[in-house]
C-alpha cells in the first residue's frame, strides 16, 4: 500500500523568507501532484510532475520530483501573505488513484 | 481543462437521513471519482465511478453506506446514506483532466 508523508506538517513563517515542504512516499511511481487549499475552498492544482527530475516553477514555488528517492519538494522563495494556505501532494498510484499526504499549513506572517 | 459544478455547497442534515451530492463535468470524461476530507484532514478517495458499470470502493467505503450512480459520461451522484455525526466531511469529485486532476467546488456536510 502506498503512503504518503509530508513535512512538515504545521509551518509558520515569515514574510521574506525561503523554505521547503517534503513529500515522501514509499512506492515507485512517476507521477506526483501538487495541490494548495485555501480555508473552507476546494483544491487548486499547482504543479504536475510526470517524470524523474521535472522541475517546475510558478512564481514563488517551485516543484520538484526525485523518483528514485522517491521525493518532491516544493519551494517557497521570499514568501508573501498571500500564499497561506494548506499544501498537498498526492501520489498517483494504480489505476488513476490519487494517495495525499496529510498536508502542510502553511502561515506566513508579515 | 474540465470545469465540475458540484452542488450542494454545504448542507446541515439530521442523522439518519441521506444527502445526495451531484457532480457535472463541462466535458465527457471516462471516470469521476469521490473523496472525502475530514476536518482538519486529508483527502481520502471513497471509490471511482465509469459510465456503465459499478463504482469501485476504496477499503473502509461500501456501496450501502456510499451509493453512486453515474448515468452519462459527465455526471454522477455520492449518496451519503443513514449519516452520522461522524459523516461531517467535506466531499469532493474529481476528474482526470489527461493533464492533472480537476476537483469540483466541494460539498461540505454536517450531520446534527
Known amino acids: 500500500e502506498l503512503k504518503v508523508e509530508q513535512n512538515p506538517l504545521f509551518l509558520s513563517m515569515q514574510e521574506g523568507k525561503n523554505y521547503t515542504i517534503y513529500c515522501n512516499y514509499s512506492?515507485?511511481?512517476?507521477?506526483l501532484y501538487w495541490y494548495r487549499q485555501d480555508p473552507g475552498k476546494s483544491l487548486e492544482s499547482l504543479f504536475v510532475?510526470?517524470?524523474?527530475?521535472a522541475v517546475k516553477q510558478e512564481g514563488r514555488l517551485m516543484a520538484s520530483l526525485d523518483t528514485k528517492a522517491r521525493l518532491s519538494t516544493l519551494h517557497i522563495t521570499a514568501a508573501v501573505h498571500d500564499l497561506s494556505a494548506t499544501y498537498f501532494c498526492a501520489v498517483e498510484w494504480g489505476a488513476q488513484k490519487l494517495v495525499f499526504g496529510q498536508g502542510t499549513r502553511l502561515t506566513i506572517n508579515p | 481543462s474540465a470545469v465540475i459544478s458540484q452542488k450542494p455547497s454545504r448542507d446541515i442534515c439530521q442523522r439518519g437521513t441521506s444527502l445526495t451530492i451531484q457532480c457535472q463535468v463541462d466535458?465527457?470524461?471516462?471516470?469521476m471519482f469521490w473523496y472525502r476530507q475530514q476536518p482538519g484532514q486529508s483527502l481520502t478517495l471513497i471509490a471511482t465511478?465509469?459510465?456503465?458499470?459499478?463504482?469501485?470502493?476504496e477499503s473502509g467505503f461500501v456501496i450501502d453506506k456510499f451509493p453512486i450512480s453515474r448515468p452519462n459520461l459527465t455526471f454522477s451522484t455520492l449518496t451519503v446514506s443513514n449519516m452520522s455525526p461522524e459523516d461531517s466531511s467535506i466531499y469532493l469529485c474529481?476528474?482526470?483532466?489527461?493533464?492533472?486532476?480537476?476537483f469540483g467546488s466541494g460539498t461540505r456536510l454536517t450531520v446534527v
Open positions: 512506492t515507485t511511481s512517476d507521477r
Open positions: 474529481s476528474v482526470d483532466t489527461g493533464y492533472g486532476y480537476t
Open positions: 465511478a465509469n459510465q456503465g458499470s459499478e463504482a469501485t470502493y
Open positions: 510532475l510526470l517524470s524523474n527530475g
Open positions: 466535458s465527457q470524461v471516462t471516470m
